[in-house]
């Protein structure tokens, strides 16, 4: 069976100097399972690379001659299976179990990223936060990171259920 790639051309946002990375998460939420991204970019998308792979996603490049790129992102075998780590997180079972947690699976967008944020606002550095989402949460994950956050994060087997465990980090 061939791989199938759903294509994102984020070309015309980048030249109109917009910022893509909202519709790309978007695109990376709504593949199925088993299925890639063929991304189309006017520049190498460095800080993707690292993000997708962290996401269980490997990816091949292809520049034009016209110096666009062809960024091909596929999954793993085992994506299913996989456990997403943010950087600094490999060591997540040392933590200390969760004092907090939140099921969200049937909350909308953008619910439960302000719900999360906002419980984590609330905790002291080092304390765990227990998530359930509908899915894998490439805008929280890519936020967490920002804001100082360790995370690490599995699927329930069924693919319905996402499950997350929050490190809180020290507030800016």
């Known amino acids: 069976m061939s791989q199938v790639y759903k294509q994102l051309d984020i070309r015309p946002i980048l030249r109109e ?10 695109t990376v939420q709504s593949l199925a399972p088993g299925e890639g991204l063929r991304l189309l970019s006017t520049f190498k998308p ?3 690379l690292s993000l997708m792979s962290r996401q269980g996603f490997s990816s091949e490049m292809q520049e034009f001659e016209n110096g666009d790129w062809e960024i091909t992102f596929s999954p793993s075998a085992d ?12 060591n997540a079972s040392d933590w200390p179990e969760p004092l907090w ?12 990223m302000e719900k999360v944020l906002s419980r984590l606002s609330l905790m002291e550095p080092g304390e765990v936060l227990f998530v359930l989402l509908a899915s ?4 929280l994950a890519a936020e967490l ?3 100082g956050h360790l995370w690490v994060g599995a699927s329930d087997g069924s693919g319905k259920v996402y499950r997350m465990l929050i490190r809180a980090g020290l507030t800016d």
Request: glycine share 6%; proline share 16%; net charge negative.
């Open 101 to 112: 947690q939140l099921d969200l699976v049937d909350a909308p967008p953008p619910m439960p």
């Open 136 to 139: 894998e949460p490439a805008f």
């Open 145 to 147: 990171e920002s804001r």
């Open 17 to 26: 100097g917009g910022e893509p990375f909202k519709d790309i998460m978007a």
């Open 46 to 48: 460095t800080p993707l």
């Open 79 to 90: 994506q299913a299976a996989r456990v997403a780590v943010s950087s600094g997180a490999e």
